[in-house]
């Protein structure tokens, strides 16, 4: 019984470690057929871009890479395709998925170099320049890579200097705004002051004036008094005095009776001095001689 027991136990630790190799050889196996169906899936795709037909050249690719995601390959090959048809973000994203899931260098070579000229005519030159050197450390012999990398720092020093100058015209730029805005506001302020300064010389003309317009109404008023104190005295000459007796319409007065009774008894003086002298005319003369 002991020795059946053990039997027993060999039998299940022996088959408890069979699992993980049956496993692995399972998962092996199921990884092949995928890989399998990605390859197909990529002639498909060849045999698509071959008769110009990109959409179904595009699905089979993505359907080759959803199969076997580490294949560099596929995502290589879908770089170059967006790469001719001038869809140069998407080619340099599949380039770069490329790079990092490549297992080999001349294909990490490849992805980075087509990286490089994607970020390139993107005018990203800085992410050119780092793609190229990626490259160049997978195949330093690359002659053609280390001119692109040249090629990509001169465009980047370029790039860098325009905006250096870009700056210093913009801070020229924003010195003579800000001049500007400053005389602009020292003109406006300098207006201001002479709007409120003609304000003050107006208003002490306009106060002047009325000044003068008032000393010339007391004056009129004053004349004006003066000549109603002349007409009041006029008036009051030409008043009869107090107490004396006015004559009526018709009537005469006091004064001019006194002066017709003046006149009368000097018409009767005359008279009378007449008559005498007649008298006196008419009487015979004594002599003082004896004859």
């Given at each position: 019984m002991?020795?059946?027991s053990?039997?027993?136990?060999?039998?299940?630790?022996?088959?408890?470690?069979?699992?993980?190799?049956?496993?692995q050889?399972?998962n092996?196996?199921?990884?092949e057929?995928?890989?399998k169906?990605?390859?197909q899936?990529?002639?498909?795709?060849?045999?698509a871009?071959?008769?110009?037909?990109?959409?179904?050249?595009?699905?089979?690719?993505?359907?080759?890479?959803?199969?076997?995601?580490?294949?560099?390959?596929?995502?290589y090959?879908?770089?170059?395709?967006?790469?001719?048809?001038?869809?140069?973000?998407?080619?340099a994203?599949?380039?770069?998925?490329?790079a990092?899931?490549?297992?080999?260098?001349?294909t990490?070579?490849?992805?980075n170099h087509?990286?490089g000229?994607?970020?390139?005519?993107?005018?990203?030159y800085?992410?050119?320049?780092d793609?190229?050197k990626?490259?160049?450390?997978?195949?330093?012999?690359?002659?053609?890579?280390?001119?692109?990398?040249?090629?990509?720092?001169?465009?980047?020093?370029?790039?860098?200097?325009?905006?250096?100058?870009?700056?210093?015209?913009g801070?020229?730029k924003?010195?003579?705004q800000?001049e500007?805005?400053?005389?602009?506001?020292?003109?406006?302020?300098?207006?201001?002051d002479?709007?409120?300064?003609?304000?003050?010389?107006?208003?002490?003309?306009?106060?002047?004036?009325?000044?003068q317009?008032?000393?010339?109404?007391?004056?009129?008023?004053?004349?004006?008094?003066?000549?109603?104190?002349?007409?009041?005295?006029?008036?009051?000459?030409?008043?009869?005095k107090?107490?004396?007796?006015?004559?009526s319409?018709?009537?005469?007065?006091?004064?001019?009776?006194?002066?017709?009774?003046?006149?009368?008894?000097?018409?009767?003086?005359?008279?009378?001095d007449?008559?005498?002298?007649?008298?006196?005319?008419?009487?015979?003369?004594?002599?003082?001689?004896?004859w």
């Amino acid at each position: 019984m002991r020795g059946f027991s053990a039997n027993i136990l060999l039998i299940i630790f022996g088959f408890v470690l069979s699992l993980p190799a049956a496993a692995q050889q399972q998962n092996d196996k199921e990884r092949e057929n995928d890989q399998k169906e990605a390859r197909q899936f990529m002639q498909d795709a060849d045999v698509a871009l071959g008769e110009n037909n990109f959409p179904e050249a595009e699905a089979a690719y993505r359907k080759a890479i959803a199969k076997d995601p580490d294949n560099a390959n596929a995502r290589y090959n879908m770089g170059n395709m967006y790469y001719t048809r001038e869809n140069t973000p998407q080619a340099a994203q599949r380039f770069k998925q490329a790079a990092e899931v490549a297992d080999t260098k001349t294909t990490k070579h490849k992805a980075n170099h087509n990286l490089g000229n994607a970020y390139m005519k993107q005018k990203m030159y800085q992410e050119a320049v780092d793609a190229y050197k990626d490259a160049l450390r997978n195949d330093p012999t690359d002659d053609e890579t280390r001119y692109n990398l040249a090629l990509a720092k001169k465009m980047l020093e370029e790039e860098q200097e325009n905006q250096d100058e870009n700056q210093d015209d913009g801070d020229d730029k924003n010195e003579d705004q800000n001049e500007q805005e400053n005389q602009d506001k020292d003109q406006e302020q300098e207006n201001e002051d002479q709007e409120d300064q003609s304000g003050e010389g107006e208003n002490e003309g306009d106060q002047d004036q009325q000044d003068q317009n008032q000393d010339e109404q007391e004056g009129d008023q004053d004349e004006q008094d003066q000549q109603d104190g002349q007409g009041d005295q006029e008036e009051k000459e030409q008043e009869p005095k107090q107490g004396q007796p006015q004559p009526s319409q018709g009537q005469l007065s006091p004064e001019q009776i006194q002066s017709l009774l003046e006149a009368m008894n000097n018409e009767e003086r005359k008279v009378q001095d007449k008559i005498n002298a007649e008298k006196q005319k008419g009487a015979k003369v004594q002599s003082e001689k004896d004859w």
